[in-house]
């Protein structure tokens, strides 16, 4: 199953460091978001995106920076990060939000802070 | 926003018994309710979900039943396996369209 591929699968970055998680999905989906998932709070919604428009942000610190040019791709760029920080962070879509079906989770992109 | 508790944390049930995993949820107004399966070191994945116009819905050795006057909704595995060992999540969704609200997790162990 390959509908929502996330890269890279791991990431070790410092905390003056920038970089970008990726995330594509093949469903034709309008909707995409990303997840934190950590042992504090199994899954934390981050941000939403529905037909490239941000349409739900939860607090998230600046340090995290999403970006969606198109309805198949978005892209979370770090920097600066805290070793808080680190923690899986899955990417997701669905169709037709707020009112659509299932959310197709990625295999998630591990990552630690150093 | 939606607030999802889930219950219990762990639970280990032996094979052929059966687990029940609850949750409650504060919005009212909440209308779709899916469980996620997520086994060690993979994604998500959908495993059963009940809309608010319904009471009960059953797969096989998994139901989902709906309380909507006590805005719970639990999941229920018969017969279990060592396979069905892995981490589920309860979700809820308002009708507000904020995006899938997930609880904590149970963590399930099914022993031989």
């Known amino acids: 199953e390959t509908g929502v591929t996330q890269t890279p699968r791991h990431l070790v970055m410092g905390m003056t460091n920038k970089k970008s998680l990726k995330c594509e999905q093949h469903?034709?989906?309008?909707?995409m978001y990303w997840y934190k998932q950590s042992a504090k709070k199994p899954l934390e919604l981050m941000f939403v995106?529905?037909?490239?428009?941000?349409?739900e942000n939860n607090s998230v610190p600046s340090r995290f920076s999403p970006e969606c040019p198109n309805s198949s791709h978005l892209f979370l760029h770090l920097h600066t990060l805290q070793p808080e920080d680190s923690a899986l962070y899955l990417c997701?879509?669905?169709?037709?939000?707020?009112?659509?079906?299932?959310?197709?989770f990625g295999e998630g992109s591990w990552l630690t802070v150093v | 926003g939606e607030n999802v508790e889930q219950h219990p944390s762990t639970l280990s049930v032996q094979e052929g018994d059966s687990a029940v995993i609850k949750c409650t949820y504060s919005d009212s107004a909440s209308n779709y309710f899916p469980w996620y399966k997520q086994e060690l070191g993979k994604r998500p994945q959908l495993i059963i979900d009940?809309?608010?116009?319904?009471g009960e819905k059953k797969d096989q050795r998994i139901a989902v039943t709906l309380n909507k006057t006590a805005k719970h909704f639990s999941l229920h595995i018969t017969e279990t396996q060592p396979e069905d060992s892995a981490v589920y999540f309860c979700a809820a969704r308002g009708y507000s369209g904020y995006a899938l609200n997930f609880g904590k997790g149970t963590s399930l162990l099914v022993t031989p």
């Open positions: 009940i809309r608010s116009n319904v």
């Open positions: 995106y529905s037909l490239e428009e941000r349409v």
């Open positions: 469903l034709g989906h309008n909707a």
């Open positions: 997701a879509s669905s169709q037709d939000y707020p009112t659509g079906n299932t959310i197709y």
